[in-house]
């Protein structure tokens, strides 16, 4: 059987990211919604640097196969699954990432969603949602473990906060009026308590992916929940310059972004927020 170490090898060939190895050596990082998506393309980038990575999301079989995937492929990884917008699950998730590993290092706010409607069709009960999900779950994410980022045997060393938003929070799109609402709230409240948490040498950025590859902007068959329609997934494809043969920005081409971040090349900056886009906002 290979060794742990023939497997950290294996694993760092098979999804060769370019970009300086063991950047998160020691380091343990909560990602919320990272069973999929571009959370799961995070936690990939974030244990072939050297993480210990807190797999989170609703779907208990989705975070088990994730942390598994990693496991196999030499990385470190639990799976917590939680709904980030109950504090009791919110607070079990730190707790059980204390537990495991002792310390938490990094944060990065990924979990949310979009569900579309025209201002005029869009119910209360769909504008909360979003907001919630998206707004509220990150403020309450970091609420949670601010106790330990402030701990007082830091060996003075940064902290970081990772808050993934949009591009459809900085300029808008049709028929998204509460996710944009959501996402722009998330780059005022990122760049607010970047200020409250400077003093504690605490880093808060964000991350404002364009169109990803993922679940959410899959082409959407009849009876799906989540996906685009053929027209409009062409046409943000379109608007991608770096798009090529009709696919688009992959997770971890954001997971790139969320590194930096997260890394202590990031260590002089906060309150920054960067569009990982291919070139569709300049």
Known sequence: MASTIDNKTNFIAKNDVKSPKNLLDGKVAI??????????????????????????????????????????????????????????????????????????????????????????????????????LNLKGTHMMTQAVLPHFRQANRNNEFKKIVNVASITGVTGNFGQSNYAIAKSGVIAYSKAIARELAMDRINVNVVAPGFCETRMTALKKEGDELGMPGPLRNIAISATPFAREGKAGQPEHTGNTILFFSSELSDWLSGQVVTVDGGMYI
């Open 31 to 132: 990602i919320t919604g990272s069973s999929r998506g571009i959370g799961k393309g995070t936690a990939i980038v974030f244990a072939q640097q050297g993480a210990k990575v807190v797999i989170n999301g609703r779907d208990v079989k989705a975070c088990e196969e994730t942390a598994q995937e990693i496991r196999d492929m030499g990385g470190e990884a639990i799976a917590c699954p939680a709904s980030i917008t109950n504090k009791e699950e919110v607070d079990n998730l730190v707790q059980k990432t204390i537990d495991t590993y002792g310390k938490i290092d990094i944060l990065v706010n990924n979990a949310g969603t979009s569900r579309d409607a025209l201002i005029h069709k869009m119910d209360d009960k769909l504008f909360n949602f979003i907001v919630d």
